[in-house]
C-alpha cells in the first residue's frame, strides 16, 4: 500500500515565526488536502492544494497565513506564518488518488507555538 | 450545508464485547460516502471503513460492520470482539465530491 509522509513530526515554535510542512506520498495523487485539528477538536480543511495553480482555501483560511504549494503529483507543503499560540494544533494532509473518493491521511504534524 | 452529528462523546466497552457508535448527518444530496475513521493517541487518522450511499449492503471490514439507514440518515459503527487497540478516537465523516465534513468524534476506552 502506498504511503504517505509528513516533516516534521512535531516542532516547538516562537511566535512570529514560520513553520514549512512537508507531505510527500510514494505514489502519484489526484488531490491533496491540509487539515488542521485544534486540541480535543475535529477535523477542520484548511485548503485543498491544486497541482501547478493557487490553493483553493476554506472560509476562515487565507493565503497570506497558510501558503500552500504543490508542484507536483506526490508532494505539498503548507506554511503556517506568524504564528501565534493559537496555531498550536496538529495539521494533517490528505490525498486521493481517485478524485471524489476515499482520503487518505498522513501522520500529522504536531506543532505547539509558544 | 452538510452536518455530521456523533451524539456521544465518550464511550467505554469491556474487551472482547461489542460496542456501537453513533452518527447521524444531514444533506439534500443523494450520491455521497460516508467514513469511519479511528485516531488513535499516535494521531494518524486510519481508515476503518467506507459505504457508498447508492449501496444498500451494509459494509463489513473483518470486526468492524455498519448500519447504513439511509433514509434516517444514520450511519452507525458497530465493533465486535472489542480489543485494547481498538482505544481511540472515532470521527464519522461524510463526502460529496470534494466536500468531506467529519462530526467532533467519540472517545472509545476498551478496558481490559
Known amino acids: 500500500s502506498a504511503v504517505i509522509s509528513q516533516k516534521p513530526s512535531r516542532d516547538i515554535c516562537q511566535r512570529g515565526t514560520s513553520l514549512t510542512i512537508q507531505c510527500q506520498v510514494d505514489?502519484?495523487?489526484?488531490?491533496m488536502f491540509w487539515y488542521r485539528q485544534q486540541p480535543g477538536q475535529s477535523l477542520t480543511l484548511i485548503a485543498t492544494a491544486n497541482q501547478g495553480s493557487e490553493a483553493t482555501y476554506e472560509s476562515g483560511f487565507v493565503i497570506d497565513k497558510f501558503p500552500i504549494s504543490r508542484p507536483n503529483l506526490t508532494f505539498s507543503t503548507l506554511t503556517v506564518s506568524n504564528m501565534s499560540p493559537e496555531d498550536s494544533s496538529i495539521y494533517l494532509c490528505?490525498?486521493?488518488?481517485?478524485?471524489?473518493?476515499?482520503?487518505?491521511f498522513g501522520p500529522g504534524t504536531r506543532l505547539l507555538v509558544l | 450545508a452538510q452536518t455530521v452529528t456523533q451524539s456521544q462523546p465518550e464511550m467505554s466497552v469491556q474487551e472482547a464485547e461489542t460496542v456501537t457508535l453513533s452518527c447521524t448527518y444531514d444533506t439534500s444530496e443523494n450520491n455521497y460516502y460516508l467514513f469511519w475513521y479511528k485516531q488513535p493517541p499516535s494521531r494518524q487518522m486510519i481508515l476503518v471503513i467506507r459505504q457508498e450511499a447508492y449501496k444498500q449492503q451494509n459494509a463489513t471490514e473483518n470486526r468492524f460492520s455498519v448500519n447504513f439507514q439511509k433514509a434516517a440518515k444514520s450511519f452507525s459503527l458497530k465493533i465486535s470482539d472489542s480489543q485494547l487497540g481498538d482505544t481511540a478516537m472515532y470521527f464519522c465523516a461524510f463526502k460529496v465530491v470534494n466536500d468531506m465534513r467529519f462530526g467532533a468524534g467519540t472517545r472509545l476506552t476498551v478496558k481490559p
Open positions: 490528505s490525498v486521493e488518488w481517485l478524485a471524489g473518493e476515499t482520503q487518505y
Open positions: 505514489s502519484q495523487v489526484t488531490m
